[in-house]
């Protein structure tokens, strides 16, 4: 389905991207094997889709609506790197701002590469993510 991207529609977008599912311990337990048949090219070809997600869910924003950028996987091609795009690539509008605060949240994490970025490592059995909080700013 194709939407019309000029309007910013929405005060809230979730993009939970396609990725490697490097970090995904389901995924690896079912494959035995890291990145199962990512090869250097479609590496990149995940990482322009991946751009592509971030950049669409952010045009989708109203000014002042948030954009939440996830995946799972511990890729920094993936994660800081996707990120890292759209705000050079909108640095008059696109604001990384806190998710929460360690205080907020009883889930342990670890701070990302850049600020405001967070990842959590696979513990008990969960799997690991990375999160990202990103501001449309009016």
């Given at each position: 389905m194709r ?14 991207a396609e ?10 337990l079912?494959y035995?094997?890291v990145s199962?048949n990512?090869d250097?090219?479609?590496s ?8 592509g997600?971030?950049e669409n869910?952010?045009k989708?924003l109203?000014?002042?609506?948030h954009l939440v950028?996830s995946t799972c ?7 800081e790197?996707?990120?890292?795009y759209l705000?050079?690539?909108?640095p ?6 806190p998710?929460f605060?360690q205080n907020?949240?009883i889930?342990p994490f670890?701070p990302?590469?850049?600020e405001?970025?967070?990842?959590f490592?696979?513990?008990?059995g ?5 999160i990202?909080k990103i501001?449309k700013?009016?």
């Amino acid at each position: 389905m194709r939407y019309s991207v000029g309007g910013g529609l929405y005060d809230k977008v979730i993009v939970d991207a396609e990725c490697s599912l490097d970090a995904s311990i389901r995924h690896l337990l079912k494959y035995s094997k890291v990145s199962r048949n990512l090869d250097l090219e479609k590496s990149k070809q995940l990482t322009a889709l991946q751009k592509g997600l971030i950049e669409n869910g952010f045009k989708l924003l109203k000014p002042g609506g948030h954009l939440v950028y996830s995946t799972c996987s511990f890729s920094k091609d993936q994660n800081e790197s996707v990120v890292q795009y759209l705000l050079n690539k909108y640095p008059e509008t696109a604001k990384l701002i806190p998710s929460f605060t360690q205080n907020e949240t009883i889930i342990p994490f670890s701070p990302g590469f850049i600020e405001n970025t967070y990842r959590f490592y696979p513990k008990n059995g969960t799997s690991g993510m990375f999160i990202s909080k990103i501001e449309k700013v009016k």
